[in-house]
């Protein structure tokens, strides 16, 4: 039995797409038959206890940072590593695992590597995202600035100094094979879905629809984070073309995040206020009445690294529940959708061929349950959890028999 300590930026019950893979990750390791034991970072926040429970699974957490030093740029980042540094250190003289499994970003990592140095544990690095790509987004820098050069050697000399490397998807394994790392050394685990999880579509829910005004409407929707990356801006760019053609559309956009409030002025400025609702967040729970009331989602993201690079958990979750879908062409895009056939793709940043690409799918509403069945069975045949984590059995035994476990 092998027996795994995760370090995690953040977990359940906070929701993300990081926490949603996170917990898929180690059910199905556990049913593997390993042990699995998990630590947060100081950014889970503040926590009722050192030890949580959570939906079958146990966390330990860490104290969030204080001081002043704490509110200072690189400070924080220095105060939370000592943090993680030393809890990781408890927890792993405690539970005594085979291999510390560190999980992005880069200062999970440093942390574990220092832990497992004394310890004398082999120590594996799984990256979801490059922490430079994620701040470019964010706005805290740009591509090529002296913090993003700085972060970038950060992350190779952290991947140089574990025993494996584990990604998401193809395109941050290229990334990774460039900087000089050995190829048999990294090891993809693609996202996926729990098929489970996920019941197809059922019809909307007529009160629902009245509430939100969406009654006889043809229905664009987005429900998740409005990050900038998403590209919401420019399916909101798209949607007078899609109005003149088609009149009855809306568009809901279900959830909330940094580009709310340029959303809600977009959508003014355009004068299609009263065609964009905003439901604003719903609990977990309810979110599949929402995805009830859309007929085709949309998945705008713009041309950048970080989405050329990385696959999202969004258009497998569309395919579980045999919902239709857009999506721009970026290179994460592009790993996950067979064009015509589980989804529709467009030109990334090209809000006519957004446009184009929604009234093409309203028009052919006869391909509709083909493109929605071929979508269910990628997800059931290819892309679940079980095939995903499989992945991890080799490496974890390779590294363990290095370290002679």
Not at 2 to 9: E, F, P, S
Not at 133 to 140: C, E, I, L
Not at 177 to 193: E, M, W, Y
């Amino acid at each position: 039995m092998i027996r795994t300590l995760h370090v995690l930026d953040h977990s359940i019950p906070l929701h993300s797409g990081y926490t949603f893979r996170t917990a898929a990750l180690l059910r199905e390791q556990r049913a593997l038959g390993w042990e699995t034991f998990h630590l947060t970072s100081p950014k889970q926040g503040e926590t009722s206890a050192p030890l949580e429970d959570v939906d079958g699974l146990r966390f330990y957490r860490t104290p969030v940072a204080t001081g002043t030093l704490a509110r200072l740029p690189i400070g924080k980042e220095l105060v939370l590593m000592k943090l993680l540094e030393t809890r990781l250190e408890e927890v792993a003289r405690e539970v005594r695992p085979d291999i510390i499994h560190a999980h992005s970003p880069v200062l999970n990592v440093l942390p574990a590597i220092k832990v497992a140095r004394r310890l004398g544990i082999p120590v594996v690095y799984e990256i979801r995202a490059f922490w430079e790509d994620a701040a470019v987004d964010h706005g805290t820098t740009t591509e090529g600035s002296l913090r993003y050069r700085a972060t970038r050697r950060l992350e190779t000399r952290a991947i140089r100094q574990v025993e494996h490397v584990f990604t998401i998807c193809e395109g941050l394994r290229a990334d990774i094979v460039a900087r000089g790392i050995a190829a048999d050394k990294v090891t993809v685990i693609p996202n996926a879905v729990d098929v489970d999880a996920f019941s197809l579509a059922a019809p909307p829910d007529p009160d629902l629809l009245k509430k939100l005004g969406l009654t006889s409407k043809a229905v664009i929707g987005f429900i998740g984070s409005f990050y900038a990356y998403e590209g919401l801006d420019l399916l909101l760019e798209a949607l007078p073309a899609i109005i003149e053609q088609k009149p009855d559309v809306s568009v809901l956009l279900v959830g909330g995040g940094p580009q709310e409030a340029n959303l809600r002025h977009q959508a003014e400025q355009l004068g299609l206020k009263h065609v964009v609702i905003f439901a604003g967040r719903v609990p977990h729970k309810e979110v599949g009445r929402y995805y009830d009331l859309i007929n085709i989602l949309a998945y705008p993201r713009h041309p950048m690294r970080l989405t050329e690079l990385v696959t999202p958990l969004k258009p497998l979750e569309a395919m579980a529940q045999g919902q239709l879908f857009v999506a721009s062409d970026v290179g994460g895009h592009k790993e996950l959708v067979a064009h015509n056939k589980t989804g529709i793709l467009f030109k990334a940043g090209d809000r006519k061929a957004l446009a184009q690409a929604i009234l093409e799918l309203f028009k052919n509403s006869e391909r509709w349950p083909e493109l929605k069945a071929n979508g269910r069975q990628f997800v059931e045949n290819v892309r679940n959890w079980r095939n995903s984590v499989a992945n991890y059995r080799e490496p974890y035994s390779r590294v363990l028999n290095e370290f002679g476990h």
